[in-house]
């Protein structure tokens, strides 16, 4: 059985994201896509049971779990008896990231390899932070996010921003 982590924020899941999920769940058996809770990008929008939420709402795939690790992705594959790394890749700006990582955590786990899928066109551009973004400023958001979430986020900026008022106030 190949089974391949996505790991990610997915904070929150956009469509670029389903893309990736889609195409690594026809690529291999079993895709465990998981939230990872990152020290370096603290807070976040949603919570990460909240973003499992909004991942289970809008993806619906035989093969294709969700999951959340607070830890190293090179030993949670290590759990999961996982090999494959699956990260999506929009720009030169991501790629010399990620091969970086990609290097890191075959050091950490030299059984483990990484796999990148472009970006789809029509995506190259969109992340959680620019869905989020674009957001807070009321705009459609239909072509950035699936149907499924457009309320919860909507609803979650609300309460952000009604947060921040009552803390002005
Ligand atoms: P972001 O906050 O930038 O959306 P994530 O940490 O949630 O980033 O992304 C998880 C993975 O998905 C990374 O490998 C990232 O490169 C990839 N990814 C994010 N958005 C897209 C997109 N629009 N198209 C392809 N891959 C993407």
Redesign the pocket.
């Known amino acids: 059985m190949k089974t391949a982590i996505?790991?990610?924020?997915?904070?929150p899941v956009?469509l670029?994201?389903i893309?990736?999920i889609k195409r690594a769940a026809a690529a291999f058996d079993k895709v465990i896509v998981c939230v990872m809770v990152n020290s370096k990008k603290n807070g976040g929008l949603f919570t990460p049971e909240e973003r499992i939420e909004l991942l289970r709402k809008s993806i619906h795939v035989d093969n294709v779990e969700f999951d959340v690790s607070y830890g190293l992705v090179a030993e949670y594959a290590k759990k999961k008896d996982a090999r494959v790394l699956v990260?999506?890749?929009?720009a030169v700006s991501?790629y010399e990231q990620?091969v970086q990582m990609a290097m890191v955590n075959s050091k950490l786990n030299p059984d483990l390899d990484t796999v990148f899928?472009p970006?789809?066109e029509k995506?190259?551009y969109?992340?959680?932070?620019v869905a989020k973004e674009l957001a807070r400023y009321h705009a459609n958001l239909s072509e950035f996010l699936p149907r499924e979430i457009l309320e919860d986020v909507k609803k979650k900026l609300e309460i952000r921003s009604d947060e921040c008022d009552g803390k002005q106030s």
């Not at 969109?126 to 932070?129: F, I, T, V, Y």
């Open positions: 996505y790991p990610g924020s997915f904070d956009t670029g994201h893309n990736i990260k999506g890749l929009r991501d990620e899928f970006s789809s995506y190259t969109l992340s959680s932070s």
